[in-house]
């Protein structure tokens, strides 16, 4: 089995086919065959995915019934005040499901690589951090924007107890056994 630590850079497909979009994907950078992502980063995001071989971990890490926790960092262009944060961890009413609760809370800058395309603000910007057990397609994005928080910059910096830590964009490494027992739990 192979298990696959990737920092995924913004623009890039969370696949390994394009199936005709002209987008560059995970092909671009992993040269393993037959590994896929355990739940996928929409294009525009970045940050940590994971690829294995193993159906019985990514059934695992992506079905909502097994409340693994993603934890991600969101630049949101405005002033996230505690009933913003608020609203955000009760659960949303979005257009055709109710967000769960989440876990928010307003964070420092972090030091993050610069971006290819630089995130262009209208008005002053903030990050939370916003830990979830689901993940609906473009759920973080959908929440914020709610709440009056359009996010700007989105990146996943853990599964579960699986962080991101210093890996460069476009880079992977091998999970180390220890990482695998903890994800297998």
Excluded: C
């Amino acid at each position: 089995m192979r298990y696959i630590l990737f920092n995924k850079p913004f623009g890039i497909l969370s696949q390994f086919t394009d199936e005709g979009t002209g987008h560059p994907t995970l092909k671009r950078f992993i040269d393993v065959p037959g590994v896929y992502a355990a739940g996928r980063l929409d294009r525009d995001s970045e940050g940590l995915l994971l690829l294995t071989d193993d159906g019985s971990l990514i059934k695992r890490l992506t079905d909502p019934r097994h409340h693994i926790e993603k934890t991600y960092w969101v630049m949101v262009e405005g002033k996230p005040i505690q009933d913003k944060l608020n609203q955000l961890e009760r659960g949303i009413q979005l257009k055709d499901y109710r967000a769960l609760p989440a876990k928010v809370r307003l964070i420092p800058d972090p030091n993050l690589p610069q971006r290819p395309k630089p995130v262009t603000p209208h008005g002053p910007t903030s990050w939370i951090e916003i830990k979830l057990r689901e993940g609906k397609k473009r759920q973080i994005r959908h929440m914020t924007a709610a709440v009056s928080l359009p996010t700007l910059r989105l990146v996943r910096v853990a599964i579960g107890p699986i962080q991101l830590g210093d890996l460069p964009p476009g880079k992977w490494r091998d999970l180390t056994q220890d990482e695998i027992r903890l994800l297998r739990g």
